[in-house]
């Protein structure tokens, strides 16, 4: 499980985020979690939409499992599928992402 701040910045991330991505939680926690992860195809869509998820806690893909491609610390590339929740107290971006190969 990954979990993000308001401002995009990683707040959490788990066992099995360390054995997906290969980042220690000491490596990931404070960064912002769409320029570790994420292709560069996909930071257009999220500087997009990530505004309104700031003001609202609603987006395009909350409460949807969606299938991606992330990025892995070596730099590879692997498909994957993420569910994203949205913590309303103040907005926090949930995810539960799996490497869809295994699956």
């Not at 054995?19 to 912002?32: K, L, Q, V």
């Not at 590879?76 to 490497?99: H, I, N, W, Y």
Request: overall charge neutral; cysteine-free.
């Amino acid at each position: 499980m990954v979990m993000m701040d308001s401002e995009g910045r990683i707040i959490l991330w788990n066992p099995a985020a360390e054995h997906m991505f290969g980042y220690t939680a000491m490596e990931a926690i404070g960064h912002p979690l769409h320029g570790l992860l994420a292709p560069a195809a996909f930071h257009g869509g999220f500087q997009e939409h990530f505004p309104v998820f700031q003001a609202t806690g609603r987006g395009p893909a909350v409460g949807k499992v969606v299938e991606l491609s992330a990025l892995r610390k070596d730099g590879t590339e692997f498909p994957m599928e993420l569910a994203l929740s949205s913590v309303q107290k103040r907005p926090k971006l949930a995810g539960g992402r799996r490497d869809s190969r295994h699956y």
